[in-house]
């Protein structure tokens, strides 16, 4: 039961970060920090990640993200490091740089289509909604491998039952 509805919260979250993202080009530290509370709530289901592997992932991603803005100033924005973190810490060490690299890969194809219309090199586009794509994916891959069919639907049934609720807007 705590599964499901933790996984609806994570879903939730990542669904909306990824929508106002896309449309306001803004991460809010509000949504990273309710992440970070799914991460730390999920801390006490039975067969949770350990926290020493949340905190590995913690920083895996962010921190070579934060170098990189660092060197190549405009290539992350802030808010991308931050979902990262936040990611990391629900996810752990090995799905956070799985869902980075497919993240990654979904911005490349979308940027190749932009080139493909002809927008130019220096087309922005926000990087949050790919990263979060890459988060849902590794997890939902997991879920699917651990629980089977029925805890993923379970789980996205609880989601949409929940979605609407005034703590997940």
Request: with cysteine; glycine share 14%.
């Amino acid at each position: 039961m705590w599964d499901g509805l933790i996984q609806a919260a994570f879903l939730g979250l990542l669904i909306r970060i990824a929508w106002k993202d896309w449309r306001e080009r803004i991460i809010s530290d509000r949504s990273v920090l309710l992440l970070f509370a799914a991460g730390g709530v999920s801390l006490l289901l039975p067969d949770s990640i350990p926290l020493q592997e949340r905190i590995g992932g913690m920083f895996a991603v962010s921190i070579p993200l934060f170098a990189l803005s660092l060197l190549l100033p405009g290539a992350f924005g802030g808010g991308d490091i931050k979902l990262m973190a936040a990611g990391g810490f629900f996810l752990g060490g090995k799905k956070i740089f799985l869902s980075f690299c497919l993240g990654l890969l979904g911005g490349s194809a979308f940027a190749l289509c932009l080139l493909a219309r002809g927008r130019g090199r220096k087309a922005k586009f926000p990087l949050g909604p790919f990263l979060c794509a890459g988060m849902l994916a590794a997890y939902g891959w997991e879920a699917l491998m651990t629980q089977g069919i029925a805890g993923l639907l379970f789980g996205a049934r609880l989601f949409f039952r929940l979605n609407f609720c005034p703590f997940l807007l």
